[in-house]
Nanobody, 125 residues
Framework: QVRFVESGGGLVQAGDSLRLSCAASGRTFGSFAMGWFRQAPGKEREFVAGVTWNGGNTYYADSVKGRFTIWRDDAENTVYLHLQMNSLKPEDTAAYYC????????????????WGQGTQVTVSS
C-alpha cells in the first residue's frame, strides 16, 4: 500500500524558514524521481522542486531558486523527501504536495505517478 506522510507545514511570518518532509513507502521509491508541488487558492498546482532517484540532480522553479533546497534520504523501505524553505514570502502560501515519478533519472514538471495529501504553508506579511 502506497503511503505518503507529509509534515512540517504551518503559519510563519515573511522572512522565516520552514522545513517540509515527506515519508514515501509502499513502492520501490528509491528508483523514482521525487518532487514538491504547491497549489494556492484559486490557482493551478505548480512545480516547486525535484530531485532524481539518487539525489544527484535537482531542479527548481525560478520563483524559489536560491531560497528553497530539496534533498532526499533513502532508507530500506521508505524514501524521506525534504524541502528547506528560507526567506519565505506571502506568495509562497499554498498547500504543498510531495510526489513520485518513475523514470527516476529525469526531473519533469508533470507526469508524476503518486501524490501525497498535502501540507499547508501560510506566510503572513
Amino acid at each position: 500500500q502506497v503511503r505518503f506522510v507529509e509534515s512540517g507545514g504551518g503559519l510563519v511570518q515573511a522572512g522565516d524558514s520552514l522545513r517540509l518532509s515527506c515519508a514515501a513507502s509502499g513502492r520501490t521509491f528509491g528508483s523514482f524521481a521525487m518532487g514538491w508541488f504547491r497549489q494556492a487558492p484559486g490557482k493551478e498546482r505548480e512545480f516547486v522542486a525535484g530531485v532524481t532517484w539518487n539525489g544527484g540532480n535537482t531542479y527548481y522553479a525560478d520563483s524559489v531558486k536560491g531560497r528553497f533546497t530539496i534533498w532526499r534520504d533513502d532508507a530500506e523501505n521508505t524514501v524521506y523527501l525534504h524541502l528547506q524553505m528560507n526567506s519565505l514570502k506571502p506568495e509562497d502560501t499554498a498547500a504543498y504536495y510531495c510526489a513520485a515519478k518513475s523514470g527516476g533519472d529525469t526531473i519533469t514538471r508533470s507526469g508524476y505517478d503518486y501524490w501525497g495529501q498535502g501540507t499547508q504553508v501560510t506566510v503572513s506579511s
